[in-house]
């Protein structure tokens, strides 16, 4: 029992952590697209050709960095689906985020086709980087380091600039902030292209970094709970933080309890974040 | 600056809300421009604003002919103006939404910009205890209101127009606003105010210019002289066309039919505090008051639509709840937006004739139920066109309305609510209109009439009230009432300054 | 049907234009007609810029296409067979937008439907004779059909958007399944991948035709019709017509609209829960995780596309079903991963929101 107790708790934190990365990006992403008044449902399936495209890029060049581009990259252009559906031929946002969404999972399952299976070597984590040992935080590796500096940007972003000014007031009244003169159509497609842009990047960071490989759908509703968990974080790019850790901890329980034999409640802990989100939601 | 409005004509439709107005604005003096409803005042406005094109007419400022194509324009001109409507953002802070306003300032600083700085300013002056940070949502709508006033302020302008600025303003807080209208007078600005309140005229202008149907009808510097004003304002009754109006003959029965006491409730920002009246069978009611009093919500109130927060409505000895339908079906309502409230735009004519009995059809009922019942309604209201099938929101807003109140009228209703039911029909219409609800009271039912028009409440009424803020003054009995003490209440004179001013 | 969240406090307003048009008038018969060939063509011209993009030849596609739909008479009965579950599926969304709601949890409903199905095969066994398949089929509805009441009674008493609601509900059915299959009600014969014991005969719903088409089809048929009747030819459909219209006419009328959204909603659960429990008794014979794979989803583009109309249903989820069978042609011929097909519906949904804003504009 305390064996079992003692594996659960060592290194904890740090996996919490990384689990938490990719919903993390996936979160500032569709954080900044709700604040400014729209609902993306695709960011599942941005995510997924992140994933894909990063995984690829980065097989085969070696190079994680670049793979993180292309994946943030294919996710903001399939982002532009979203947008071109919602506001140039006002489709309900719902329908048009599934849409995308269902383009996202098949283009991703085509993508990656050729690479199921394989595995690369990712990120360096911080302590290898610096050549020293940290303890809990010597695993860090860029995509973590970069998502928590990131929701600290888009935080100062949007309560202290005036584009940010403009992004929130485009999201709480498009009629005033058109009549002070906002481009609302311009604001919202930024954001929109901006949320496909950290989704991913969300995405890249899971096959590249987190499970260092690429599966079809490997991204497992991650997106879908980011948009609901926007809401629950109050729409604040800092809250989203805990909000994600708190995923992160339920999916590492789960993985830790069915390593660890009890693999039955596993399953039920698998569904408590979106308990989580449904209860604040009322 | 010195502005000069030149025959400004404007139509909407058959509507002339601007007859070939002439107006001079100087440096320096604070005009009121006093008005009914829809007596072209705000249109005005609008076209020197830029906002509304005027059909014909010309503007010339510094006695230089311009074009106002849009409020940008005016507003490179100088000229500001403060509409009722706010188009604050309640989560925003007052300063944030200062700021959205504000032309280009540098990229980072999301606030320092000399505009800014000067709205906060002007609204320092005007709403002293009013913290910057706080959000605008936590503003009371008198604060919201100051708010729209100080981030045009900011700008700076030579001509500052405000419409009804003092409509939700607390008493101190219209105090400040007038001190800092007369202060900027002082300072070399002309200001326009648009507005139905005798006292705004009275305490800040300098000229008081009255409008009535589109025209100018009164301009004088004597902006205490009430009874004057009023009586331009109001005018003498149109020459009433009289009418083959029932004759009130039958005896009333001494029990109320429909009564409220003490009656509040708040939707929105609509407010109503306090309302009671007492009708007797066959006995109409006319509820007179610039829109935006919170007639409206009374009638919803009224109809079961809105739920009172305080007070009690009876309906021939039964209180009225919300959840009685047995109660609601003796009510009919015609609401003050039709098109809105009060119709199932995609749906067929007939469906919406029948739309309140629907629950009781039989279950398995075709749609095509009750067409002979339909027909015969068409006819009797004179709804065109004359097509059962087609979606009621293909009707004209005329027709639309008669439609509303063909049904409303179909089901022998005990208490009958109407709002401004005769706005958008054109005479004939609206006289039939009159006459069929006017039958309805004449066979029984209680009448609570709500109506921008003074003439045909004082016509047909029986008692006689005004919505003034959320309040209901009187009502009293429509034989004795004045067209004075009526204007007086419309605009928020007590009796004792208008009799004081005489 | 406007969404409204609004930031920062109470909600994200999303713009959103009402998801189904509604036409009364007589001629717009041949509207409908029109949206359909738009959708068809921008499907079209979007499936072949991918196919060419990809290096296959759109030609050659859509012949695997249309061999996998109506090549042979298997082809054709397995299309059948997918349109069933979707078919059930798509009333799990169309019921509720009668009422103008937006309900995405048919995927869900399915799961706890079939999970529901199953927990009486499991303890009833053998016991029940031919009651067993009646009764599976009603527990099935049941355990859906309360499945569906959840989120109707977020929306009616603690105004929870639906569409989030129902969103999330999903994505706690689907591990439940897990905790399900793999734990107390694992087989212990299965050991590569963990599902129940196979269902025992008098379990399993009938197929005909000497097919795979099993009584849920025709289940979703009757399903469907029925709800058309209801719809528009009893009072209780005008009523439903009169609320998503006017509410506050209705609300003069006395008529509650709580009661209404709940209803629907549990309605459309229980379809949802009888495809869930279909699925798992004649296709898989048992329950396993992933169950449905997909039909809530595919039921939500369907009721989409059919706008509303509650008979369309039926020839959209022939069509979405098609998507789906020729999608494992596609797999044989041409080698492209099956998950392909998805980007095929994505791409008819999207094709049918445009055409739907194209006609909707044309009206106007």
């Known amino acids: 029992m305390i064996e079992i107790l003692y594996g659960l708790l060592i290194g904890f934190v740090p996996a919490m952590i990384r689990s938490a990365t990719p919903l993390l990006w996936a979160l500032l992403g569709e954080t900044i697209t709700q604040r400014a008044g729209i609902i993306n449902l695709g960011t599942e399936g941005q995510m997924l050709v992140g994933a894909a495209t990063a995984f690829g890029v980065a097989a085969n060049t070696n190079n994680p960095w670049l793979g993180l581009a292309s994946g943030a990259l ?201 308990v989580v989100s449904l209860v604040v939601f009322m | 600056m010195r502005v000069r409005l030149e025959q400004i004509r404007k139509t909407f439709g058959s509507v002339v809300a601007n007859a070939g107005v002439d107006l001079e604005l100087r440096p320096g003096e604070v005009v009121a421009l006093l008005g009914e409803n ?326 398995l009922s075709r749609r095509r139920f009750g067409r002979d019942q339909a027909a015969e309604l068409l006819e009797r209201f004179d709804v065109r066109p004359r097509d059962l099938d087609r979606p009621a929101g293909t009707l004209s807003g005329g027709n639309l309305q008669k439609l509303v109140v063909a049904r409303e009228l179909s089901r022998s209703p005990r208490l009958i609510v109407v709002c401004f039911p005769t706005l958008g029909l054109d005479v004939r219409a609206a006289r039939h209109i009159l006459d069929e609800l006017l039958a309805q009271a004449h066979a029984g039912a209680a009448l609570v009439w709500i109506s921008e028009e003074l003439d045909p409440l004082l016509e047909h009424a029986d008692q006689i009230a005004v919505m003034y803020r959320g309040r209901l003054r009187g009502p009293i009995a429509a034989a004795s009432a004045t067209r004075a003490q009526i204007g007086a209440w419309m605009t928020g004179v007590s009796e004792a300054a208008l009799g004081a001013s005489a | 049907m406007r969404v409204q969240l609004t930031a920062s406090g109470l909600g994200v307003r999303a713009v959103a234009a009402p998801p189904k048009q509604r036409r009364t008038f007589p001629r717009l018969r041949s509207r409908a007609l029109n949206t359909s060939a738009t959708t068809a063509i921008i499907f079209a011209a979007f499936s072949s810029a991918f196919f060419w993009a990809i290096g296959q030849s759109p030609i050659r596609l859509f012949a695997a296409l249309y061999d996998g739909v109506l090549g042979s008479g298997f082809a054709f009965s397995e299309t059948l067979v997918k349109a069933a579950p979707i078919l059930l599926c798509s009333l799990a969304t169309a019921l509720p937008a009668r009422v103008g709601l937006i309900s995405v949890g048919g995927e869900g409903q399915l799961a706890i439907g079939a999970i529901g199905g199953t927990a009486l095969v499991l303890s009833a066994g053998d016991r029940l004779g031919w009651l067993t398949l009646p009764a599976m089929l009603l527990s099935a509805a049941l355990a859906g059909a309360a499945y569906g009441a959840v989120p109707g009674l977020l929306r009616a008493q603690l105004r929870v958007n639906e569409t989030i609601s129902t969103l999330l509900l999903n994505y706690i059915a689907a591990p439940c399944v897990d905790y399900l299959v793999y734990g107390r009600w694992k087989d212990p014969d299965s050991l590569g991948w963990p599902s129940t014991i196979a269902f025992p005969d008098a379990a399993r719903l009938p197929t005909y035709f000497d097919t795979r088409i099993h009584l849920g089809l025709f289940l979703g048929l009757f399903a469907v019709l029925a709800a058309w009747f209801f719809a528009t030819r009893t009072r209780s459909g005008l009523i439903l017509d009169l609320l998503r219209s006017s509410p506050e006419l209705m609300q003069r009328a006395g008529v509650s609209w709580a009661r209404r959204t709940v209803v629907l909603l549990a309605l459309g659960g229980a379809c949802a829960g009888i495809a869930g429990i279909a699925e798992a008794s004649v296709i898989e014979g048992r329950l396993q995780s992933g169950v449905g794979a997909g039909a809530g989803y595919s039921g939500f583009l369907v009721a989409f596309l059919a706008r509303g109309r509650l008979l369309a249903i039926l020839p959209c989820a022939w069509i979405v079903a098609s998507l789906a069978a020729a999608g494992d042609n596609l797999q044989l011929s041409a080698g492209l991963p099956s998950s392909i097909v998805y980007v095929l519906q994505g791409f008819l949904f999207a094709a049918a929101l445009i055409a739907q804003h194209r006609s909707a504009e044309a009206a106007a």
């Open chain 2, 38 to 363: 829809a007596a072209g005042k705000s249109t005005l406005m609008k076209c020197l604003y830029g906002y509304v094109r005027p059909d014909s007419g010309a503007f010339y400022v510094d006695d230089q002919r311009v074009e106002i194509a849009s409020p940008r324009v005016a507003r490179g001109l100088g000229i500001g103006m403060v509409f009722q409507e706010t188009s604050s953002i309640g989560a925003l802070s007052v300063r944030e939404n200062l700021a959205l306003g504000a032309p280009r300032a540098p990229f980072w600083s999301r606030t320092r910009s000399r505009v800014v700085e000067q709205s906060l300013e002007q609204l320092r002056t005007l709403a002293p205890e009013l913290d910057p940070r706080s959000a605008a949502r936590d503003l009371s709508s008198g604060e919201r209101q100051l708010l729209e006033l100080a981030k045009v302020l900011g700008r700076e302008p030579r001509l500052l127009i405000l419409d009804e600025p003092t409509s939700l303003l607390t008493r101190p807080e219209a105090e400040r606003l007038w001190a800092h209208v007369r202060t900027m007078a002082t300072a070399g600005h002309s200001v326009v105010m648009i507005t139905h309140k005798l006292e705004d005229v009275a305490q800040a202008a300098d000229r008081v210019v009255v409008m009535r149907a589109g025209q100018v009808v009164h301009e004088s510097r004597e902006v205490c002289d009430r009874a004057a004003l009023l009586q331009a304002m109001l005018g003498e009754s149109a020459a009433a066309v009289r009418t083959e109006s029932q004759p009130k003959s039958s005896p009333r029965t001494a029990a109320a039919r429909s009564c409220a006491r003490g009656v509040s409730a708040a939707a929105g920002t609509a407010r109503i505090e306090d309302v009671c009246f007492e009708l007797r069978a066959g006995e109409v009611l006319g509820i007179a008051g610039v829109t935006g009093n919170g007639q409206e919500l009374l009638a919803r109130v009224l109809a079961g639509v809105v739920r009172p927060r305080s007070g009690q409505l009876r309906l021939d000895d039964t209180e009225l709840s919300l959840d009685d339908p047995q109660v609601r079906s003796a009510i009919a309502y015609v609401p003050d937006q039709p098109r809105q409230q009060g119709c199932a735009q995609d749906l067929s004519v007939l469906v919406n004739l029948a739309a309140l009995q629907v629950p009781q059809w039989p279950v």
């Open chain 1, 74 to 274: 294919a996710g903001s252009a399939l982002s532009i689906g979203h947008a071109v559906l919602c506001l140039r031929y006002r489709a309900n946002q719902f329908a048009s985020g599934l849409s995308v969404w269902m383009i996202g999972f098949g283009l991703s399952a085509y993508l990656g086709s050729s690479f199921v299976g394989q595995s690369i070597d990712g990120f360096a984590p911080l302590s290898a980087v610096l050549g020293v040992s940290i303890p809990l935080l010597g695993d860090l590796t860029p995509t973590i380091v970069l998502a928590w500096l990131a929701s600290a940007l888009i935080a100062v972003f949007m309560d202290r600039t005036r584009p940010g000014l403009a992004l929130r007031a485009t999201g709480e009244s498009p009629s005033a902030a058109r009549t002070a003169g906002i481009p609302v159509t311009f604001v919202q497609t930024s954001a929109i292209l901006a949320g496909g842009l950290l989704s991913g990047i969300g995405g890249a960071a899971l096959s590249i970094d987190y499970a260092q490989t690429w599966a079809e759908g490997m991204s497992q509703g991650r997106g879908l709970v980011a948009v609901g968990l926007v809401i629950v974080a109050r729409w604040s790019p800092l809250w989203a933080v805990p909000a994600a850790l708190l995923f992160g901890a339920a999916e590492v329980m789960s993985l830790r309890m069915q390593a660890a034999g009890a693999t039955v409640s596993a399953h039920l802990l698998h569904t408590l974040p979106y």
